[in-house]
Protein backbone atom coordinates (compact mmCIF):
# COMPACT_ATOMS: atom_id res chain seq x y z
CA UNK A 1 0.00 0.00 0.00
CA UNK A 2 1.03 3.72 -0.43
CA UNK A 3 0.64 5.55 2.79
CA UNK A 4 -1.21 8.88 3.28
CA UNK A 5 -0.92 11.76 4.96
CA UNK A 6 -4.10 12.92 7.52
CA UNK A 7 -5.00 16.57 8.40
CA UNK A 8 -3.31 15.51 11.69
CA UNK A 9 -0.33 17.18 9.78
CA UNK A 10 1.36 19.92 11.07
CA UNK A 11 2.90 20.76 8.61
CA UNK A 12 6.74 20.70 10.30
CA UNK A 13 8.57 20.00 7.68
CA UNK A 14 10.54 16.94 8.38
CA UNK A 15 9.37 14.47 6.04
CA UNK A 16 9.17 15.99 2.60
CA UNK A 17 12.89 15.47 2.12
CA UNK A 18 13.12 12.17 3.84
CA UNK A 19 11.08 10.27 0.87
CA UNK A 20 13.07 8.73 -1.73
CA UNK A 21 10.62 8.65 -4.07
CA UNK A 22 10.03 12.53 -4.04
CA UNK A 23 6.05 11.73 -3.11
CA UNK A 24 5.77 13.89 -0.59
CA UNK A 25 4.36 17.29 -1.40
CA UNK A 26 2.82 20.65 -0.11
CA UNK A 27 -1.12 20.39 -0.68
CA UNK A 28 -3.91 22.67 -0.24
CA UNK A 29 -4.22 22.52 3.53
CA UNK A 30 -1.53 19.71 4.12
CA UNK A 31 1.19 17.96 3.05
CA UNK A 32 0.00 15.15 1.28
CA UNK A 33 1.55 11.54 -0.85
CA UNK A 34 1.19 10.87 -4.17
CA UNK A 35 0.50 7.24 -4.28
CA UNK A 36 1.48 6.61 -7.48
CA UNK A 37 5.09 7.38 -6.04
CA UNK A 38 5.30 6.02 -2.73
CA UNK A 39 6.69 2.42 -2.31
CA UNK A 40 6.35 2.33 1.12
CA UNK A 41 9.93 3.00 1.11
CA UNK A 42 9.98 -0.70 -0.40
CA UNK A 43 13.44 -0.87 -2.39
CA UNK A 44 15.07 2.14 -0.40
CA UNK A 45 14.90 1.30 3.12
CA UNK A 46 13.69 -1.26 5.63
CA UNK A 47 11.03 1.20 7.29
CA UNK A 48 8.95 4.26 5.64
CA UNK A 49 10.85 6.88 6.03
CA UNK A 50 8.59 9.89 6.62
CA UNK A 51 6.53 7.84 9.63
CA UNK A 52 9.93 7.51 11.10
CA UNK A 53 10.34 11.03 11.52
CA UNK A 54 7.06 12.38 11.44
CA UNK A 55 6.20 13.74 15.35
CA UNK A 56 2.41 13.42 14.97
CA UNK A 57 1.98 9.82 13.35
CA UNK A 58 -0.81 11.09 11.01
CA UNK A 59 0.67 8.82 8.03
CA UNK A 60 -1.11 5.45 7.93
CA UNK A 61 -1.36 3.29 5.02
CA UNK A 62 -3.88 4.43 2.27
CA UNK A 63 -6.70 2.01 2.07
CA UNK A 64 -7.50 3.04 -1.29
CA UNK A 65 -4.08 1.36 -2.89
CA UNK A 66 -4.00 -2.03 -1.53
CA UNK A 67 -0.78 -3.20 -2.94
CA UNK A 68 1.43 -6.36 -2.37
CA UNK A 69 5.08 -6.22 -1.70
CA UNK A 70 5.80 -7.36 -5.23
CA UNK A 71 3.57 -4.34 -6.54
CA UNK A 72 5.42 -2.11 -4.57
CA UNK A 73 8.47 -3.31 -5.75
CA UNK A 74 7.56 -3.27 -9.52
CA UNK A 75 6.23 0.29 -8.96
CA UNK A 76 10.20 0.90 -7.55
CA UNK A 77 11.73 -0.26 -10.24
CA UNK A 78 9.40 1.82 -12.24
CA UNK A 79 10.32 4.65 -10.68
CA UNK A 80 13.63 4.28 -11.11
CA UNK A 81 13.62 3.77 -14.68
CA UNK A 82 14.03 -0.01 -14.51
CA UNK A 83 11.67 -2.83 -16.04
FE1 LIG B 1 8.06 8.47 0.60
FE2 LIG B 1 8.66 6.23 1.84
FE3 LIG B 1 6.94 7.90 2.95
FE4 LIG B 1 6.22 6.56 0.78
S1 LIG B 1 6.73 5.66 2.79
S2 LIG B 1 5.92 8.74 1.13
S3 LIG B 1 8.16 6.41 -0.33
S4 LIG B 1 9.10 8.29 2.59
FE1 LIG C 1 3.10 16.54 8.41
FE2 LIG C 1 4.20 14.52 9.74
FE3 LIG C 1 5.24 15.36 7.42
FE4 LIG C 1 5.45 16.86 9.60
S1 LIG C 1 6.38 14.86 9.29
S2 LIG C 1 4.90 17.57 7.55
S3 LIG C 1 3.50 16.46 10.61
S4 LIG C 1 3.24 14.42 7.73
Given amino acids: MALKITAECI ?3 V ?6 NQA ?6 H ?9 ECVGHFDEPQCVQVCPVECI ?3 PDRVET ?4 LQKYRRLQGRR
Fill in 11 to 13: NCD
Fill in 15 to 20: CEPECP
Fill in 24 to 29: ISMGDE
Fill in 31 to 39: YIIDPDKCT
Fill in 60 to 62: PVN
Fill in 69 to 72: PEQL
